[in-house]
């Protein structure tokens, strides 16, 4: 299994501004994913991000407005550009386990972020 | 297009009362189905993962099944800390990507 924590945990932001949001894994993973889910609404995919290379983004989503970086096997970040309150939202990291593409994905615990 | 749709929405359940959860599925080449559980203000915690039609895994008071085109969830005996928004989870053939369903919101009352 793999242990991910996200910080911050919550945080209330103003229009227009960005933050970042850090999710360490405790031991090195190969995919690392950044999902967004809205209230009521199921987990979207955002990214998908592998070390070495730049970020795979899913329909809806561009590098501009949620920029990834991910510098190691166990680090990776999200930052929320230029936010509106439609950006509110948690914000959740995932990993497979080890060097794994398949199988049970392990989730942090979620970055909860109201943009007024 | 690759589908899952969960039911009920929501559902309130007395302690000890057993209920079933269901997992629909329009996907093209099942690999895997997941169940995860999520409490307020966590992350989903991984339940079961289920591959082929027939294949049952239990766990506690939870029993997750899987047909060929749905999976249940079933709670014996639910209690209070059974309360939670299950989820459900499908991968398909050739690529890693899960397709969740929006959850049943599950209610326990004492």
């Known amino acids: 299994s793999a242990v991910i924590s996200q910080k911050p945990s919550r945080d209330i932001c103003q229009r227009g501004t960005s933050l970042t949001i850090q999710c360490q894994v405790d031991s090195q993973v190969t995919m690392m994913f950044w999902y967004r889910q809205q209230p009521g609404q199921s987990l979207t995919l955002i990214a998908t991000?592998?070390?070495?290379?730049?970020?795979?983004?899913e329909s809806g989503f561009v590098i501009d407005k949620f920029p990834i970086s991910r510098p190691n096997l166990t680090f990776s970040t999200l930052t929320v550009s230029n936010m509106s309150p439609e950006d509110s939202s948690i914000y959740l990291c995932?990993?497979?386990?080890?060097?794994?593409?398949?199988?049970?994905?392990?989730f942090g615990e979620g970055s909860r972020l109201t943009v007024l | 297009e690759d589908q899952v749709t969960q039911s009920p929405e929501a559902l309130r359940l007395q302690e000890g009362e057993s209920s079933s959860l269901n997992c629909s599925y329009t996907?093209?080449?099942?690999?895997?189905l997941f169940w995860y559980r999520q409490d307020p203000g966590k992350g989903p915690e991984f339940l079961f993962t289920l591959y082929s039609a027939g294949e049952e895994k239990e766990k506690e008071r939870l029993k997750a099944t899987l047909t060929k085109k749905e999976s249940f969830l079933h709670i014996t005996a639910p209690k209070p800390e059974d309360s939670a928004t299950y989820l459900c989870a499908v991968t398909t053939s050739g690529t890693y990507k899960y397709i969740f369903g929006t959850g049943t919101r599950l209610k326990v009352l004492a």
């Open positions: 995932s990993a497979f386990s080890g060097q794994s593409y398949t199988g049970e994905l392990f």
């Open positions: 996907v093209s080449g099942l690999r895997g």
């Open positions: 991000a592998n070390q070495g290379s730049e970020a795979t983004y």
